[in-house]
């Protein structure tokens, strides 16, 4: 009897031997991602035992996120010497604090004594990192400071510069801040691409904090953020977003880095105006101050970017069906004064939109988890980004060294290369031919880099 064709057109249900076709996933071999290897046209989604089983969930927690900058959260929960972050990264925890200088400072969450958990919790601090334990003391930067009754009896050639704690790769970019546990990964300017300068018109770093909140989603993290890169779904599952994110209205907006990217040119006021009804950021060029921004920062974060507002997802993977989402809304600095009022209209837009969007990548959990179908084909028109991202995952998982990795390149400018997309009527800059930007402009980065 032949064994289940995992990338074949069609699945025999008699056929199938779960135990053989569960035991026949190897990770690590090429073989194994040839559909998501394979040319756009011709690619496959990924296995479901990616979405499914716990050793490939331990595997990405090792490979994936452990080796990726991943975001933490966002720079201003983080009060100078009074407020020290308690993070999960992959299955490491570690903590952040921030010196009167503003310089964020990263270590892994346990005292250089007897490896004690340092904070189980966000939590206040007075400027210093106490162990519960035994009470040795750190500085803001990890230095240890304190050893109480330590020296009572005195061991030779003890000094306290031997045992700060162990620093952790902690860096930010506009309001959110990363994290990165492995030496070998690319700087965080490597990571994000050409992003910085994509998106400089926004002035990010300025935005402010409005509203946090958090939901657990039985759904694994990857079927989250792969439903916000693609627009494949808009007209059914979230017929009120798609008067105002019409699929016509959707362009590609991808340069090189470690990201997917959409644009909804121009968002329409509709007959709601939910998206519109705060003030929009003074200073904003043409593109900016009409478009909605969509962009899937890999590994663990989606950033709504509206010219009045961002609506920010960050993704906690917590179980392979099971995923911890933190929901923060950022308002420019202008804004402040904005009525509550025209504040909640947004809000309660797009939590409506997000539960749509939890209902379905549920649904889809259900369905991975019982069906164990094999892979089906990827829709070239709607679900580059997907490809773009499953291949980053591939990448992620079977390089031994970081050193090897490939950011993606930009895309280019040509009819064929938007698949059935028409042309932008009011493209970013940094998207415009070279020939056409004044002097001074950004340049034009998103173009075939050859």
């Not at 000094?159 to 902690?170: N, Y």
Request: aromatic letters at 8%; a negative charge.
């Amino acid at each position: 009897m032949a064994g289940p064709r995992l990338l074949g057109p069609t699945l025999d249900l008699g056929q199938l031997d779960w135990q053989a076709m569960a035991m026949s996933v190897d990770w690590m071999s090429d073989k194994q991602w040839r559909g998501t290897r394979a040319p756009l046209v011709e690619s496959t989604g990924l296995h479901p035992d990616a979405y499914t089983d716990d050793a490939f969930f331990q595997l990405e927690q090792e490979r994936l996120f452990e080796r990726s900058w991943v975001c933490v959260g966002v720079a201003s929960e983080v009060a100078d010497g009074e407020r020290m972050l308690v993070r999960k990264v992959g299955s490491r925890s570690i903590v952040i604090t921030r010196d009167g200088t503003g310089n964020f400072h990263g270590f892994v969450n346990s005292c250089r004594h007897r490896g004690t958990e340092l904070a189980e919790t966000d939590c206040d601090i007075n400027n210093t990192i106490r162990c519960p334990y035994h009470r040795w003391t750190y500085s803001l930067d990890g230095n240890l400071i304190a050893t109480p009754l330590f020296d009572e009896v005195p061991r030779p050639g003890f000094d306290k510069a031997d045992f700060s704690l162990i620093p952790v790769r902690v860096e930010t970019w506009g309001p959110l801040l990363f994290a990165c546990m492995a030496s070998d990964t690319p700087a965080l300017s490597t990571w994000l691409g050409d992003l910085p300068e994509r998106m400089a018109g926004y002035r990010l770093d300025e935005w402010v904090l409005r509203e946090q909140q958090e939901v657990e989603i039985a759904a694994n993290w990857k079927l989250i953020t792969e439903n916000f890169q693609e627009y494949y779904h808009l007209r059914w599952v979230h017929p009120e977003l798609s008067k105002v994110s019409r699929v016509a209205d959707h362009y590609r907006y991808q340069g090189p880095g470690m990201y997917c990217g959409q644009t909804t040119t121009p968002v329409s006021d509709d007959d709601r105006g939910d998206w519109l009804a705060m003030p929009a950021r003074p200073g904003l060029d043409e593109s900016d101050g009409c478009s909605g921004r969509f962009v899937a920062l890999f590994p663990n974060v989606m950033l709504s970017v509206l010219p009045n507002h961002i609506f920010l997802m960050r993704l906690e993977p917590v179980a392979p069906g099971v995923t911890r989402e933190t929901c923060t809304f950022l308002l420019p600095p202008e804004s402040g004064e904005v009525s509550g009022e025209a504040f909640e209209s947004t809000r309660t837009f797009w939590l409506e939109v997000n539960d749509e969007d939890i209902n379905i990548v549920q649904r889809s959990q259900r369905g991975l988890t019982a069906g164990h179908i094999s892979p089906g084909p990827l829709a070239p028109r709607f679900e580059e980004p997907l490809h773009r991202f499953q291949n980053m995952v591939a990448d992620m998982v079977t390089l031994d060294s970081l050193n090897d990795l490939k950011v993606p390149i930009g895309d280019t400018n040509d009819e064929a290369a938007r698949l059935g997309t028409a042309a932008n009527p009011t493209p970013p800059a940094i998207d415009l031919p070279t020939s056409t930007l004044r002097s001074g402009s950004i340049r034009a980065s998103g173009a075939d880099p050859t």
